[in-house]
């Protein structure tokens, strides 16, 4: 099987899509296209690659398959979720065009607004002050390691309508000359209303953490676009592995959470707490979307971390471990100061 790439008009070299210009851009001459430009030149999407079939069932492969570099003749080996990667010979980027055609096209995508090195800065910026982080998470060579990836999410449409039923407390003291009072009002509230949400994500990768997904949000839908596969450029891609008649469930929890949550912040009582709900989510529709991310994995002690950016907006997420060493090290280099400090005193009179 051979993999897909986009020849620049100009002299023949691949294209990549440039974050900061919105634009693809070869590397050799300089050259630079818009899509409408690339579609005129017929090196993006074709319908036949690009058209949404909702009935097209994704093929199940449970081994990994080999393709065919267009630049260098190479061969890639790609496990089945992946639909976008990079040639290990050339650094071209691999468009699995099969992968494309034997699962849903996506219907829509964000495409990347930052560049690798803003995610290397944002990474930098979050260990640079942290002296007790283990030294492999400053270590350049892991920091190179971080790749743009587009992730595939479900995108649910919900209007919701129903009533919330909350047991509030109301307590209140006061005092006089001889005593102290308190007064407990309870109350059994019920809130109504209706409300619409529009592209509820829900992580479509079994690869990645769901909580690790959702910290990234949000994204702002402003920067949607249609899917065209030529936005892959340059990136790694996965395709959805969670189907979406599975994902829907994690929405719908997601959106009755929050809709209690805003009922309950319309509540003005002291304590408040959610007993029952009655609410209903009609006039379901589902978008299958991709969204940008930096990643980056990093072992340390048998445990791998996670770190991701958002491709779009820059926020990033992750937890960092303190290291074994480097807390010896600085207990060890805090208590031979207090101890020098101490002889000091002594040997001064002091103490």
């Not at 509820?200 to 959702?214: H, K, N, T």
């Not at 949000?217 to 596969?229: A, Q, V």
């Not at 994902?247 to 408040?272: M, W």
């Not at 303190?322 to 805090?334: A, H």
Request: hydrophobic residues 35%; glycine residues 6%; neutral net charge.
């Amino acid at each position: 099987m051979e993999a897909l790439d986009h020849k620049c008009p100009s002299c023949g070299a691949v294209l990549k899509f440039s974050p900061k210009k919105q634009k693809w851009v070869c590397e050799y001459c300089g050259s630079e296209f818009t899509l409408e430009e690339l579609q005129k030149y017929k090196n993006a999407s074709s319908e036949e690659v690009n058209q949404k079939n909702e009935n097209k069932k994704e093929v199940k492969v449970e081994s990994c398959d080999l393709y065919r570099c267009n630049s260098c003749g190479a061969e890639i080996l790609a496990d089945p979720n992946t639909t976008a990667t990079f040639c290990v010979y050339c650094g071209n980027t691999a468009i699995l065009k099969e992968r494309i055609q034997n699962s849903r096209v996506p219907d829509f995508i964000i495409p990347f607004q930052k560049v690798k090195e803003d995610a290397t800065s944002a990474f930098l910026d979050l260990v640079k002050h942290k002296p007790l982080v283990p030294r492999t998470f400053k270590s350049r060579k892991n920091i190179d390691k971080i790749t743009g990836v587009y992730i595939p999410f479900w995108a649910y449409d919900f209007d919701v309508d129903g009533t919330v039923h909350f047991k509030c407390v109301d307590i209140h003291t006061w005092s006089d000359y001889y005593q102290s009072y308190t007064k407990t009002d309870t109350y059994d509230v019920v809130c109504e209303g209706s409300m619409n949400f529009d592209k509820v994500l829900a992580d479509g990768s079994s690869r990645f953490p769901d909580d690790l997904m959702d910290s990234l949000e949000p994204f702002d839908y402003k920067g949607l676009t249609e899917y065209n596969h030529a936005y892959l450029s340059g990136f790694l891609s996965e395709k959805y592995d969670v189907l979406e008649e599975k994902a829907i469930e994690r929405a719908k929890n997601r959106t009755l959470n929050t809709t209690v949550s805003l009922f309950k912040e319309r509540v003005r009582h002291q304590q408040k707490s959610a007993v029952k709900n009655e609410l209903n989510l009609n006039n379901v529709k589902s978008n299958y979307i991709l969204l940008p991310v930096f990643m980056v994995n990093i072992k340390y002690r048998d445990k791998m971390y996670t770190f991701a950016m958002n491709g779009q907006t820059g926020k990033i997420i992750g937890d960092l471990p303190l290291g074994v060493k480097e807390v010896v090290l600085w207990s060890l280099g805090i208590f031979l100061v207090c101890l020098i400090i101490c002889i000091g005193l002594y040997l001064g009179g002091i103490i």
